[in-house]
């Protein structure tokens, strides 16, 4: 098992210097640099000083020049400095990143609990009542984009009647550590975060509703009633457990998507994370920010699939690993 | 021959197709006794497989009509609910299915698909239910029981897998065994060790075993009764040896000589013309097999033909079988 793990993070290695290639090439085609953002704040900066910024900086050096410095840096933890900020890109993701991990956690959670119980029920009774409410519910949800849904939330439940708060991660009155933070902070995070999982139950609904569906006709399930096993039984021990596991599989990639969601949930609710960082690193024109962050998402992504591998091993006895 | 364990009577299965009810099995009577393999032989299409099903329980009750009755240990299988259904299934009645590949369940140990089975019909405790368990995997001829018992369906063989099946439908000594197409999925030299293996476990515990299958050699090797089916009605019973020896219906005489020979290798193979027609176009008057007969040797054929004994315990639901017999001449 750990020999896997271990082998699997060496293969993300070369995908990851690929990514950063890749990333870095994007970001220096893009037009303008950090300083070009800047020009607008300091109309009074002229053509020379700018040139001999750009020359100090090694903005002029050819790219693989530049590409090594910023690898170099990367390798030692440095991502290089945000140029609008005037910080360290470590010490503006540092803040934010633990607030993005705790939205997107809190996101994840709402979505398995809602979509779980409703995908078994509408699979196990199809064409209900319950099924049909439930199928309506999951594909208007798919048909709604999440940003209009979410500042329809933020309308409703955060300004007309003022259930939660309108922006932020936490008050700033609430003494850091009290139970009144963590309670604050969790206030915070349960409008966003219902918001975006009433949106994406839709996949995981739909996927499970079908995997039992079909489950219920296999052979095996017919074994088990002809064995005489009461039909509860058949649902929890033989169709759930076999329907499930593409379910549990699905959690990897969950994450890596939760991500891309985060930029529209942060912006609307003006929480601090990444995500609201990464808009505005790109219209700021931020570049070591933005290289940073898809660097960051990437790794995310890699991780996240690694780890479907993994919760999948676990629970199929067909996949395993390894065997010791 | 034994007491009858299994009573058929009159059973008609349909299933519903766009709003309209199909009979697979049209007024089927049969009877299973201990100590006895009734096997059901047909093609396939021809109601074998739904006849077992409904023994058992196993259509999907929203689409499926069941009438006539299935009578075993005085209760009629038709009637009961689920529930009630539960104390038979698996406990008094056992099944085997066709491809163990697909019956057992991937996520669950040899091991506990038996030990599952005696869950909910026994009153064992978990020590005894493992010993009973490995003692299971002993009798279906599986001597690192130990072993197997703890192995995931994908670890195991075909062989290996269907004795598994065998010994959960065992588990509980089942007065009534029901084995459909039992050896279709496995190798040729497997399909003869699950028929030994089956007959062993018949004579020791005397249970009555209906036995579903197209393989006439199967037939040949196991049955004590034979019902052929054809388009959902019996057109034939008879004991197996005067079956294989005076066959009367045209259809089981087809069937005989499907059977390839290794006396006369270079013999072309009989085939039976056409195939059986699907539910929806079955005929609904006269002889069901009469499309798939080139010469036919009377004109006036019965409205629908009836079941006749033309001897003790031969039925056979043809209005010219004489003629046939007579005229020696056969199906096609």
């Not at chain 1, 994370?273 to 920010?289: A, E, H, K, N, P």
Request: include cysteine; charged fraction near 20%.
């Amino acid at each position: 098992m750990w020999t896997f793990v271990l082998r699997r993070i060496a293969i993300m290695i070369p995908q990851l210097l690929l990514l950063s290639v890749l990333i870095f090439i994007l970001a220096k085609m893009m037009p303008g640099d950090a300083l070009t953002g800047q020009l607008a704040s300091h109309p009074q900066m002229d053509a020379r000083t700018l040139a001999e910024i750009r020359e100090k900086l090694g903005l002029n050096d050819p790219f693989y020049v530049q590409y090594a410095r910023w690898i170099g840096g990367l390798l030692h933890g440095d991502l290089g400095l945000s140029y609008i900020h005037q910080q360290p890109v470590t010490t503006l993701l540092g803040e934010r990143i633990g607030n993005t991990v705790l939205l997107s956690a809190c996101t994840l959670l709402f979505t398995y609990l809602l979509a779980v119980p409703l995908g078994i029920a509408s699979g196990r009774w199809t064409d209900s009542w319950a099924d049909k409410l439930i199928v309506g519910y999951s594909y208007v949800s798919f048909a709604t984009p999440l940003f209009i849904f979410a500042v329809v939330m933020l309308f409703v439940f955060g300004f007309e009647l003022g259930w939660f708060p309108t922006g932020g991660s936490v008050d700033i009155q609430v003494a850091k550590g009290s139970f009144g933070y963590y309670a604050n902070k969790l206030h915070h995070l349960l409008l966003p975060s219902l918001s975006g999982a009433l949106i994406s139950t839709v996949g995981i609904i739909q996927y499970l509703r079908s995997e039992i569906v079909e489950t219920k006709l296999k052979d095996f399930v017919k074994t088990a009633r002809a064995k005489g096993i009461p039909e509860t039984h058949i649902y929890w021990r033989h169709i759930l457990r076999n329907s499930i596991i593409p379910i549990a599989a699905f959690l990897g990639y969950e994450i890596t998507g939760l991500i891309g969601g985060s930029v529209f949930l942060e912006s609307i609710f003006s929480y601090p994370g990444i995500g609201q960082l990464f808009l505005q690193s790109i219209t700021q024109r931020d570049y070591s920010v933005v290289t940073a962050l898809v660097m960051i998402s990437g790794v995310a992504a890699l991780l996240g699939t690694l780890l479907s591998d993994i919760i999948l091993s676990l629970v199929d006895p067909r996949i395993r690993i390894e065997r010791q | 021959m034994g007491q009858a364990v299994l009573q058929i009577e009159g059973l008609r299965v349909s299933f519903r197709i766009r709003g309209n009810y199909y009979s697979a099995v049209d007024g089927v009577s049969l009877a299973v006794h201990r100590n006895e393999v009734l096997a059901i032989v047909g093609e396939s299409g021809c109601g074998k497989s739904a006849l077992a099903l409904s023994v058992m329980g196993l259509h999907d009750p929203v689409k499926t009509r069941l009438e006539g009755s299935v009578l075993f240990e005085g209760a009629d299988l038709l009637a009961l609910d689920r529930r009630e259904l539960n104390r038979f299934r698996g406990r008094k009645i056992g099944m085997i299915f066709q491809d163990p590949q697909s019956a057992l369940n991937p996520l669950m140990t040899a091991g506990r698909q038996i030990g599952e089975a005696l869950d909910y019909h026994t009153t064992l405790s978990a020590a005894q239910k493992k010993r009973r368990t490995l003692e299971l995997l002993r009798m279906v001829g599986i001597e690192e029981a130990e072993a197997v018992g703890g192995r995931y369906p994908h670890e195991l063989s075909g062989g290996l897998r269907q004795r598994v099946m065998i010994a959960i439908a065992i588990a509980c000594e089942p007065a009534l065994m029901i084995a459909d197409e039992p050896t279709t999925a496995l190798d040729v030299t497997i399909q003869a060790q699950i028929m030994d293996l089956l007959k062993e476990l018949q004579r020791q515990t005397g249970a009555g075993i209906m036995l579903i299958t197209h393989d006439m050699g199967v037939v040949a090797e196991m049955a004590d009764r034979v019902a052929v089916m054809y388009g959902g009605e019996l057109v034939e019973t008879a004991d197996a040896t005067t079956l294989f020896e005076r066959p009367l219906h045209p259809y089981t005489r087809s069937l005989l000589k499907s059977i390839p020979s290794l006396q006369a290798p270079d013999e072309r193979l009989h085939v039976i013309r056409g195939m059986v027609p699907p539910l929806h176009l079955m005929p609904t008057s006269g002889c069901r097999f009469q499309s798939r007969i080139d010469w036919i040797p009377v004109s006036a054929h019965e409205e629908r033909p009836q079941l006749r004994e033309v001897e003790p315990g031969h039925w056979v639901r043809c209005t010219c079988y004489r003629e046939f017999a007579l005229a020696g001449n056969d199906s096609s």
